[in-house]
T-cell receptor, first 110, second 115 residues
Framework: RKEVEQDPGPFNVPEGATVAFNCTYS??????FFWYRQDCRKEPKLLMS???SGNEDGRFTAQLNRASQYISLLIRDSKLSDSATYLC???????????FGTGTRLTVIP | EAGVAQSPRYKIIEKRQSVAFWCNPI?????LYWYQQILGQGPKLLIQ????????DSQLPKDRFSAERLKGVDSTLKIQPAKLEDSAVYLC?????????????FGPGTRLTVL
């Protein structure tokens, strides 16, 4: 089983829509969780960390469900500029580095 | 503040040839990472340095890949000899320290095509 699994999509949504991505991780001892954003042919950039209590940054909400070992990202009021690949990232237990998921591709349509 | 610099941006070689990539991390960042990102996949860690020492190279194909960070700043990643399946984007990232609480900043990557 992969350390991090995501639905690769693509998700095609109209402007203004709400879209949610889920991601599952295999190691219950994982402690740190993140969402990174990667634009086409660009490098990944940190979008937000995911905290146990859930956290929000503007139109973006991240949640963690430890019991089911999944992480979610909710984007409200989608903008054209939200079109990108969203990478789910989990720390590697016992090491100070990260596992990246394959990413979920989002296209926001005018 | 200058970001992570990488060169070259693109490289095309034939299989069995050798290739080297260079990375200059953000000033003051002690931790440096090399990732391989194959089309349609997420970045996969190849090697992690803390200053000039290797912290994790468990996923580095050591029969053909090597990396060094001799002075604890710049780093080079070499492939010798290259195979077709090495075609990918090679991303360098750096962070202040090794913990997962330290944000990783990525360079623009080197896109390698092996023919």
């Amino acid at each position: 089983r992969k350390e991090v699994e995501q639905d690769p999509g693509p998700f095609n949504v109209p402007e203004g829509a709400t879209v949610a991505f889920n991601c599952t991780y295999s190691n219950s001892a994982s402690q740190s969780f993140f969402w990174y954003r990667q634009d086409c042919r660009k490098e990944p950039k940190l979008l937000m960390s995911v905290y146990s209590s859930g956290n929000e940054d503007g139109r973006f909400t991240a949640q963690l469900n430890r019991a089911s070992q999944y992480i979610s990202l909710l984007i409200r009021d989608s903008k054209l500029s939200d079109s990108a690949t969203y990478l789910c990232v989990v720390n590697k237990v016992g090491a100070n580095n990260l596992f990246f998921g394959t990413g979920t591709r989002l296209t926001v349509i005018p | 503040e200058a970001g992570v610099a990488q060169s070259p941006r693109y490289k095309i070689i034939e299989k069995r040839q050798s290739v080297a990539f260079w990375c200059n991390p953000i000033s003051g960042h002690a931790t440096l990472y090399w990732y391989q990102q194959i089309l349609g996949q997420g970045p996969k860690l190849l090697i992690q340095f803390q200053n000039n020492g290797v912290v994790d190279d468990s996923q580095l194909p050591k029969d053909r890949f090597s990396a060094e960070r001799l002075k604890g700043v710049d780093s080079t990643l070499k492939i010798q000899p290259a195979k077709l399946e090495d075609s990918a984007v090679y991303l360098c990232a750096s962070s202040l320290g090794p913990g997962s609480n330290n944000e990783q900043f990525f360079g623009p990557g080197t896109r390698l095509t092996v023919l």
